[in-house]
């Protein structure tokens, strides 16, 4: 995410497939957002439909992806808004991208993914592996793909370029980066949305195993000076959803998010290698349906809403 105190200039990325009215700038367009600022001086966060795997950015759309990406944040900034302040303003957007857009306050954003991980998989796993600690939290052997870990863990992270992978840091290094008071403010934020977050997960059949954040300082509006929770949170995107009576460890678990994709580009099928740096391969019609009814079922179990 950019520094969205600063009105910046047109970053690299991808370019929008769509027309908003006068007066909204292009400042930056990431994997799958693109980023405007209003004529008001806010700014405009626009989910688009594609999909990224392995640090591409794939050709190929998930229909209605940004539509469920945004309703099922905006759905869960309201359910958490006495646990933090948001950044959303309005959802009074341009008609060209109504419905996967929503109108955001400045943040000076906080140079840190807030991971939070209740259970164990993914680069978490990795590292475990190597060294029985994630993040510089130790953690008892035995543990094993999938496991729960013992209690919920704030495992941060730099933000990386476009194209290139996250780095896991400790806290220590959290509080060289943005300071003590931000560090156990960020700390303390990430655990307890993810708690909150997580029960009313389990409440609707889903373990909540992993989940990233992004938060910043308001630098003007209602919530000037105070730590916001900004960008998405808690989608398919943002987090690894299981299926909790399915829940195995021992190995994967299905999951409510693009693991379709990942699973297709790594197979025979699509004719890919991922370490030849060449781009990925469009994906057929039934990786895309599939793909797209994980979403709507993981928007549709949350939410308790039809998607339509």
């Not at 209605?64 to 309201?78: A, E, H, N, P």
């Not at 003590?180 to 409440?203: G, H, I, M, P, W």
Request: charged residues 20%.
């Amino acid at each position: 995410m950019v520094d969205s105190s600063q009105p910046g200039s047109p970053q690299s990325g991808p370019v929008p497939d769509y027309a908003l009215p006068e007066g909204y700038r292009h400042v930056y367009s990431g994997k799958v957002r693109d980023l405007f600022e209003a004529p008001t001086g806010q700014l405009l966060f626009v989910a688009s439909d594609r999909i990224s795997a392995y640090d591409w950015i794939l050709p190929t759309p998930i229909p209605d992806k940004g539509r469920i990406l945004t309703q099922l944040s905006l759905w869960w900034f309201d359910l958490l808004h006495d646990v933090v302040p948001n950044h959303v303003v309005s959802t009074q957007v341009p008609a060209a991208v109504q419905g996967r857009a929503m109108l955001c306050e400045r943040l000076d954003m906080m140079p840190v993914e807030c991971v939070v991980r209740g259970y164990l998989a993914g680069s978490g796993l990795a590292e475990y592996q190597a060294t029985r600690a994630i993040c510089g939290n130790g953690l008892p052997p035995g543990l094993v793909d999938g496991s729960k870990l013992p209690k919920a863990l704030f495992t941060p992270a730099t933000k990386a370029p476009m194209g290139e992978h996250d780095v896991n840091i400790t806290y220590d290094e959290t509080i060289v980066l943005v300071g003590q008071n931000e560090a156990q403010d960020l700390k303390r934020l990430s655990l307890d949305v993810y708690r909150r977050a997580s029960a009313v997960a389990e409440e609707r059949g889903l373990i909540l195993a992993d989940t990233k954040f992004e938060f910043g300082i308001a630098t003007s509006g209602r919530h000037r000076g105070l730590m916001v929770l900004g960008d998405e949170v808690l989608t398919p995107d943002s987090s690894r959803y299981w299926p909790a009576d399915a829940w195995s460890p021992g190995g994967p678990q299905p999951s409510f998010d693009k693991q379709y994709v990942r699973d297709w580009l790594t197979s025979p099928a699509s004719g890919w290698d991922r370490n030849s740096g060449e781009p990925p391969p469009p994906l057929p019609e039934d990786v895309v349906e599939r793909t797209r009814a994980k979403y709507v079922e993981a928007y549709e179990r949350l939410t308790g809403r039809q998607f339509a």
